[in-house]
């Protein structure tokens, strides 16, 4: 069985920066591709951005492009989501997610974190 905690997440202001991370533990999947989605109150749950095992494919919801980047320390089994100039609307609860390949799919990741909450305020 595979373990992924969330962390980092916090009340920031509009227009700061955030990282959250990720960190799997126990059963570890071969080579697995990372996702982070986000759930706002009242909203479904949505893609943010993805990345392989190597690192060298990355995607990003159009949302959150040229604000957000997606990074991994394989050695270190932890996955990063570095959030630059916040905005109101990004206010969700994070999620990581792990699976077998790169997708905006969530239902094709076969392993997710408790989550954590991410709030901006305007």
């Known amino acids: 069985q595979v373990q992924l905690v969330e962390s980092g997440g916090g009340l920031v202001q509009a227009g700061d920066s955030l990282r959250v991370s990720c960190t799997a533990s126990?059963?570890?999947?071969?080579?697995?591709?990372m996702g982070w989605f986000r759930q706002a109150p009242g909203k479904e749950r949505e893609f943010v951005a993805t990345?392989?095992?190597?690192?060298?494919?990355?995607a990003y919801a159009d949302s959150v492009k040229g604000r957000f980047t997606i990074s991994r320390d394989n050695a270190k089994n932890t996955t990063f989501l570095q959030m630059n100039s916040l905005k109101s609307e990004d206010t969700a609860v994070y999620y990581c997610?792990?699976?077998?390949?790169?997708?905006?799919?969530?239902?094709?990741?076969?392993?997710w974190g408790q989550g954590t909450q991410v709030t901006v305020s305007s």
């Open positions: 990345i392989s095992w190597s690192g060298g494919i990355t």
């Open positions: 997610a792990a699976g077998p390949v790169v997708t905006r799919t969530a239902r094709d990741y076969a392993y």
């Open positions: 126990g059963r570890t999947l071969s080579r697995p591709a």
